[in-house]
């Protein structure tokens, strides 16, 4: 098979930890993953885990409007996430939670659920040891160069146009749960409102993380982009694969 240098293996050091935060369909899940696959490092999906959260919430009675319901219960699932970036896996008390956590009920009440302090602090201290358990990481999320990791080699935050976000969202729906672009386009500025808003950690880009717009970029050119600034990051520390 002819393999381009583009797709052939790239080599960064064992232990970089890349944080890749943004607002919903930037990007940060498609490009953690092939990021993580070229340079041979773990991924970690942190929105996956507050889905997770969610969908144990909603299938157990939880009242997810209710604050202190939420709080209470935050301890009980037992979520356990995988890091190979080929077959990203999360369990909820052992039962397969991937198909579950995507569906529009856990994505309408995922940020209200995740507003709760007693569930961030859960989650984040799962994080954190996920992250340091092994060798190099790329974790995506919201408040991973702000909060979870801010030690974190590499930050990057990435934007795009909420008419790029809305339509490669429901570019993804077409045919399972297919909405318009217009209520597509609204849902996420609902839940940007409420990630950026709350009073814990919210999505917010930390003052060195490097900005990348992905509106005009394609999958490829963001992921070349992050690519190189590992590369750069690890020559500039003297570090080797
Ligand atoms: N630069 C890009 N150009 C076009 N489509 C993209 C780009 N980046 C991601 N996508 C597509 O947009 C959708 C949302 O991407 P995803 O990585 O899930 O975003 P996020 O994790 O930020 O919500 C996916 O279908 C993905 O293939
Ligand atoms: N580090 C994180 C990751 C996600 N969240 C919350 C806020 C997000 O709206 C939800 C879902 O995140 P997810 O990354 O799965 O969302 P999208 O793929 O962008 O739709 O989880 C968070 O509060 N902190």
């Known amino acids: 098979m002819f393999v381009t240098v583009e797709t052939a293996a790239r080599t960064a050091p064992a232990a970089v930890i890349v944080a890749i935060d943004g607002p919903s369909g930037t990007g940060k899940s498609s490009t953690s993953k092939a990021v993580a696959a070229k340079l041979g490092l773990r991924y970690l999906d942190t929105g996956a885990q507050y889905r997770a959260i969610t969908w144990w919430m909603l299938s ?104 790029a976000r809305a339509a490669r969202r429901s570019g993804e729906l077409k045919g399972k749960e297919a909405t318009g672009l217009a209520a597509t386009r609204e849902a996420l500025i609902k839940r940007d409102a409420a990630d950026s808003g709350r009073k814990v950690s919210p999505l917010a880009k930390a003052d060195d993380a490097h900005e990348v717009d992905t509106t005009e970029l394609t999958l490829e ?21």
């Open 60 to 163: 157990n009675g939880v009242d997810v409007n209710d604050p202190a319901a939420v709080a209470t219960a935050a301890a009980k699932p037992t979520i356990v996430s995988g890091t190979d970036p080929g077959s990203p896996a999360i369990t909820v008390d052992g039962a397969d939670a991937a198909g579950p956590i995507r569906t529009r009920e856990v994505t309408a009440a995922v940020s209200a659920v995740s507003a709760v302090p007693e569930v961030r602090a859960r989650l984040t201290e799962l994080q954190r040891q996920i992250a340091r358990a092994g060798r190099g990481i790329v974790v995506e999320g919201r408040d991973i160069g702000t909060t979870v990791l801010p030690d974190a080699d590499l930050k990057i935050f990435l934007t795009a146009s909420p008419e």
């Open 221 to 241: 050119q963001v992921v070349e982009c992050v690519v190189t600034l590992v590369e750069t990051t690890a020559d500039r520390a003297g570090q080797s694969a």
